[in-house]
C-alpha cells in the first residue's frame, strides 16, 4: 500500500471516530500527516491524554470497507491529497479556536458528478427553515441569477431558504451543492429525499461525516463552517434571532469572506436577525441576485446600474423648462409674471415655456393662470 | 422704529421676494444684514447685477401689514435675533452651493403653541406618499416611540408616511412640527386641513414662506433642508427610487445629521430608495423606534438591548446537559454510548443527563435509543 493510500486510510478512520471539526485532531492530522496520528493512537492508545476516547475505539474501524461500501453507493472520499479538493477550505486552518470546532476537515463525502475543484466561485444562499413566502422566492431568484452568472450555489438541505435555494438554481440549470450533517447517503429531513436524490445525480452532496452518520445540532454548527468555507460570500436570506444561518455568517466574517443579507418587513420575525447583520455592520445589504453578483464579483466584472427611477417627461425638458415647470404652483394657478418671478425667469421666456409644457400635458390652464397637471407633481 | 424692528421688516420683505434657500440672498443678509442689503436694493433697485428681479418689487411690498396680518391669524415670525430661533438651522450657512438653495432661511413664520427652542431634540420621519400600510405602521411605531421618550417629531404634511407620523406622534400626547412648502395659512394637500389645524392649535407649522405662498417643486426641495436642518436625524421609512425623501435624507447627511432607514421587502417598489441608502453606507439600518432613540440619544441614554431570540430550555441547562444535547441525533435514535462518544463524555454522566433531559421534554426515548424530542431543534 502505498503512502498515500495509507494517509487515506487514516483520515477515513480517524474522520469516523472524530467530530467535525474537532480542532485538536485537525492539528495533529496537519502537523504530523494522518498516518502517524493514527498509528500513534492504536499502538499507544493516547498522544499526550488528548483524543483517549478516539484512540479507545480505532482498532474497530475499517476504512478500506468503508471506501469500498461507500463507492458502491457512488460516494467518493477527497483529501487535501487529491486534485479535486477544494483549495478553499484551507482557509478553516487557521480561523478557528479549540472550542468551536472550527478546524479543517479530514476529509469530504461527495456523492454526486460536480467536481468540487470546478467550483471556487460559489456562493452560498442561506437562511431560515421556517422561511416566509417572500423569502423562499427571493432566494430562489439570488440562487438563479447568481447560478445563471456561473456561480455555484451551496446550502444546507433544510426547509425553507436552502431548498428555495437549490430549486431557483435546479430551475435555471444552475450548479448547485448541498452541504450535510450527516452522511451523503441519508435523507434528512427525510421530506428531501427527492431533492438530495436529484442533487446526488446531477450536481453534489458533500458532507464531512462518513456514510451513515446522523445529524446532530453540534454537527450542524460545524456543517456551517463549510458552507462558509466553500464560497466566497454568504448570503442571508431570512434568518430569526436564533437561526443556524446566523452562524454560518459568522463563520463567513471569520473567514474574510462577504456576507450579504437580504432586508425584509422589520415586522416580520424570519427578517430580524438578517436586520441586526445589517446594522452591525456585519452584512452588506442586498436586494437581488445582480447585487450579489456585484459584491462577490471580480472587480468590474458584475456592475450593477445603481437602480434608479423611471425615466420621466420631466427628465426630458430642455433646463430651462424645468425651471419654469418647478416654478408652478401645484394647487392652485398662478400667472406667468408670478411663475416667471418664481423661475427668475424672463415673462417672455416663460410664456413660451408654459405653453410648450402645456402640449405635453405637464401644466394646465385654470382660473388663477397656470398650474401642474394631475400627474406631474414629483 | 428700533434697528432689531427695522432688520425684522426687511427680511420679512426680502423673504416675500425672495425664493427659499437662494444662497445669494442669505449669503449677503448674513454679511451685510438685512435692512443694509433691503435699503441698497429699493435704493439702487441692484446689487452688483444680482437680485435685480427682487429689486424691481421689493417697493411693492409692506412687511409691516404682513406682520400684522399674520398676527391676526396666530401666526409669528421668527428671525436669528429671536430667542425662540432653533439653533439648529444656522448649520445651514455652511452648507450649501449656490445652486442648490441650500441656504438659511431668512426668517420661519409659525402657526401653534410649540416653541421652537424648545425642539432641540427632534428626529425627523419621512417617507413617500404613495405609501404602503406596513411603510404607514412603522412611521406610526417609530413617530410614537420618540415622541413618547421625548423627541420632537418633523415631517412635512403630505399623504403616506408624513402624515402616519404626525398621526403617531399625536396618538401618545408627543409633540410634532409639519414643515410646508407652502405658507402656514395654506392647507395643502386640501384634504389634511384637519390634520394640519390641529396642529396649528395643538403643536407647531412652520414655514419659511410668506402666509398665503403657493408651493411648487422646487419650494418642496429647499423645504426638506429645514427638515432635515431642524433635527437630529432623519428616519426615512419608505422612499421609491424618486421620492423627495431621499432629497431629505441628503441633506441630513450634508448636515452631519444622522440619517436612518427602516427596510421593507426588496420586492416593493417604495422601500428600493430605503435599501440603496443603506446598502451605499449613507443609512443606518432601523427596525424600530428603539432603535432610532439608540443612535440619536446621547451617549448611554437611548441604549437598545440588541435584540435575542427568546430564551429557550436550552439556555437553562448545565453546560454538560447542552453537550450531550448536542449530542443526541436529530432522526432516528442513537444508543448512550454512542451519545457519549459524539459528546466526548462519560457513559454513565452521559445516562444521567438523558434522563434529566427526558423530564425536561427535550429529548425521547426511541427504538435506536434517544433522539431530540419535536420541539428541541434549534
Redesign the interface.
Known amino acids: 500500500m502505498s503512502a498515500a493510500e495509507r494517509e487515506r486510510l487514516a483520515r477515513v478512520a480517524l474522520g469516523r471516530?472524530g467530530?467535525p471539526g474537532d480542532p485538536r485532531l485537525a492539528g495533529l492530522v496537519a502537523e504530523l500527516g494522518a498516518t502517524v496520528v493514527h498509528d500513534h493512537l492504536v499502538s499507544e492508545r493516547d498522544l499526550g491524554g488528548v483524543l483517549s476516547?478516539v484512540a479507545a475505539?480505532l482498532s474497530d474501524t475499517d476504512p478500506a470497507r468503508d471506501l469500498e461500501q461507500a463507492a458502491r453507493l457512488g460516494i467518493r472520499f477527497l483529501t487535501p491529497a487529491d486534485a479535486e479538493w477544494p483549495a478553499a477550505l484551507d482557509d478553516l486552518t487557521e480561523a478557528a479556536p479549540v472550542q468551536e470546532r472550527g478546524g479543517p476537515p479530514l476529509g469530504l463525502w461527495v456523492r454526486g458528478p460536480l467536481r468540487l475543484d470546478e467550483c471556487a466561485e460559489a456562493v452560498a444562499v442561506v437562511g431560515s427553515r421556517p422561511a416566509t413566502t417572500?423569502g423562499a422566492?427571493?432566494a430562489s431568484e439570488v440562487a438563479a441569477a447568481t447560478g445563471r452568472a456561473g456561480l455555484v450555489v451551496v446550502s444546507g438541505a433544510a426547509f425553507g431558504i436552502d431548498q428555495a435555494a437549490h430549486r431557483g438554481a435546479i430551475a435555471v440549470g444552475a450548479r448547485t451543492i448541498a452541504v450535510l450533517a450527516c452522511g451523503v447517503d441519508r435523507a434528512?429531513?427525510?421530506a428531501h429525499r427527492d431533492l438530495l436524490h436529484h442533487l446526488g445525480r446531477e450536481a453534489a452532496v458533500v458532507s464531512e461525516l462518513a456514510p451513515g452518520s446522523?445529524?446532530?445540532?453540534?454537527r450542524f454548527l460545524a456543517r456551517n463552517r463549510l458552507i462558509a468555507g466553500l464560497t466566497r460570500g454568504t448570503v442571508v436570506v431570512e434568518a430569526?434571532?436564533?437561526s443556524?444561518a446566523l452562524n454560518t455568517a459568522n463563520w463567513a466574517s471569520r473567514l474574510h469572506r462577504h456576507v450579504l443579507g437580504?432586508?425584509?418587513?422589520?415586522?416580520s420575525a424570519p427578517?430580524?436577525g438578517v436586520?441586526?447583520l445589517?446594522?452591525s455592520g456585519a452584512a452588506?445589504?442586498?436586494?437581488?441576485g445582480a447585487?450579489v453578483l456585484e459584491v462577490l464579483g471580480h472587480a468590474g466584472e458584475h456592475l450593477v446600474e445603481?437602480?434608479?427611477?423611471?425615466v420621466?417627461s420631466r427628465d426630458r425638458l430642455t433646463l430651462r423648462q424645468q425651471q419654469v415647470?418647478?416654478?408652478?404652483?401645484?394647487?392652485?394657478g398662478?400667472a406667468a409674471d408670478s411663475i416667471a418671478?418664481?423661475a427668475?425667469l424672463g415673462l417672455v421666456e416663460v410664456r413660451s415655456a408654459l405653453t410648450r409644457l402645456q402640449g405635453q400635458g405637464l401644466v394646465d390652464r385654470c382660473p388663477g393662470g397656470w398650474r401642474?397637471a394631475g400627474l406631474a407633481?414629483?
Not at 214 to 218: D, K
Not at 284 to 288: G, I, N, P, W
Not at 306 to 310: K, L, Q
Not at 325 to 332: F, H, I, K, T
Open positions: 471516530l467530530e476516547d475505539r417572500y422566492d427571493v434528512y429531513p427525510a446522523a445529524p446532530t445540532r453540534l430569526a434571532l436564533r443556524g437580504v432586508p425584509g418587513p422589520v415586522t427578517s430580524q436586520h441586526q445589517i446594522r452588506t445589504l442586498v436586494t437581488s447585487e445603481v437602480p434608479r427611477g423611471e420621466r415647470l418647478d416654478a408652478v404652483p401645484l394647487a392652485s398662478a418671478r418664481t427668475g401642474l407633481t414629483g
